[in-house]
């Protein structure tokens, strides 16, 4: 891939998405026409389309209308791994990632924690960590298993955890220490205790059965 505006409708669009890629967070269609030097009127078009396909999410604060990525859209995350690959190429880095380290992964799962979309974040959770195998060929396991904030939540951070260590022994390599945690004072179902949770506590990873969270490990193929 020479160009990675060039699987994008127009270079605007690129431009768009890019921005809101990269923003730190949520920000108006005004605040990106600024930033790219670009008119209103264009940049809020290209936002309209994004928003059609659910690329980009909307949240009104006040008279404001806020933008933001949504990671859980699989096009948005294609862009954002476009965008990786190019700059990639252009910072000459010898081995450009296709894959999210855990803290990335955290910060995209805290919006959506926040925003009570609890199984965006699960989906989040697991297409990350289910890049690792990428990250161990490449020789970065370190670096994409760093340790992360707290998303502020002690049952997520607990599944953070485990998953970790699942995923770490499924690809053949070592867990790190910050892993290692007590278990929740609580038994915890992340997809919830409806009639397959009997099911789940048969089908869990040891290294979240014995945090007390129940999460069928079949999740992890399917996410």
Not at 60 to 87: C, I, K, V
Not at 120 to 129: H, I, N, Q, T, W
Request: without cysteine; glycine residues 6%.
């Amino acid at each position: 891939m020479a160009n990675a505006t060039a699987i994008f409708r127009s270079d605007t669009q690129a431009r768009v998405l890019r921005a809101l890629a990269r923003a730190a967070d949520a920000i108006t269609a005004s605040d990106l026409a600024r930033q790219l030097d670009e008119p209103l009127s264009t940049v809020a078009r290209e936002v309209s389309r994004l928003v059609e396909t659910g690329m980009v999410l909307t949240t009104s604060r006040g008279r404001r209308t806020l933008l933001r990525p949504n990671w859980s859209n699989g096009y948005m995350r294609a862009a954002r791994d476009a965008f990786d690959y190019e700059d990639g190429l252009r910072t000459q880095e010898p081995s450009p990632r296709w894959w999210r380290t855990v803290p990335e992964i955290v910060e995209d799962v805290r919006p959506e924690l926040r925003d009570g979309n609890e199984p965006a974040a699960l989906r989040m959770l697991l297409d990350g960590l289910n890049s690792l195998p990428r990250a161990a060929a490449a020789g970065r396991v370190d670096e994409m298993l760093a340790e992360p904030p707290s998303t502020g939540d002690e049952r997520w951070d607990a599944l953070i955890a485990g998953s970790v260590r699942y995923v770490a022994r499924r690809a053949g390599v070592g867990a790190p220490d910050w892993t290692r945690r007590r278990p929740l004072a609580a038994w915890w179902w992340p997809t919830g205790r409806g009639a397959r949770a009997a099911v789940a506590m048969q089908r869990t990873p040891v290294e979240l059965a014995r945090l007390g969270i129940w999460f069928d490990e079949r999740n992890f193929t399917t996410a």
